[in-house]
């Protein structure tokens, strides 16, 4: 890419050196001609209109191939940025490839988490209700065998800790899925920003 500005600055020099060239060859015609005209000798005024054309020509030519140079010159460079702009966007493509590749793979475990758990908490759900099926049963039993009584405390104390517990791993679980689901919001949300900024673009 350094040689492109340096190649650049030597055209632009060639450019400025043909032209003065071209007005030198100018200039040089119409002194000639006006000395010519000035000293009065009808053959200095034949050698020097002929001399001028000559001059005016090889001027006209000069500037023509330097307009046609700079045109190639203009039409190279659009090329090249054109090439660039291409890689660029072949680039930029390639990013949100693996953008949108890395956004679902999130998403797809965000929702195999958010199973698992949904899963863990019905379980939880059943073991509660299991729990406390046994504990009326032990307390119905309670009422019926009154000698049993200590055990049947015991064992109901027991019942209603582990009760307790499977509610409070219940409402731990519930704020789980509740985030998890506010995170695959969040993610969906913004996978489908980058969607709709990669249409735009």
């Known amino acids: 890419m350094a040689s492109a500005p340096a190649s650049r ?49 090889a001027a006209t030519k000069i500037t023509h191939s330097e307009l046609l140079q700079s045109r190639r010159d203009a039409a190279r460079d659009r090329a090249e940025q054109a090439q660039a702009y291409r890689r660029l966007t072949e680039e930029r493509t390639t990013e949100h490839a693996a953008y949108v ?63 307790a517990d499977a509610i409070v791993r219940m409402v731990e679980l519930e704020q789980e899925v509740i985030v998890l689901r506010a995170e695959l919001e969040t993610v969906t949300a913004a996978w489908r920003e980058a969607e709709l900024v990669r249409k735009r673009a």
């Not at 450019?15 to 200095?44: D, E, K, P, Q, Y």
């Open 9 to 57: 600055v030597t055209r632009r020099r060639q450019r400025s050196t043909r032209l003065t060239v071209a007005v030198s060859l100018l200039v040089i015609a119409a002194l000639a001609v006006i000395g010519a005209v000035v000293s009065g000798s009808w053959l200095l005024v034949c050698l020097a209109a002929p001399l001028g054309v000559l001059l005016g020509a």
């Open 101 to 163: 590749e890395q956004m679902q793979s999130r998403i797809t475990e965000r929702e195999e988490t958010l199973f698992a758990l949904q899963e863990e908490l019905g379980a939880t759900q059943k073991r509660a209700a299991d729990v406390t099926r046994k504990m009326n049963a032990e307390a119905r039993r309670g009422d019926v065998a009154e000698h049993e009584r200590d055990r049947v405390v015991a064992r109901l104390d027991d019942a209603e800790s582990r009760a």
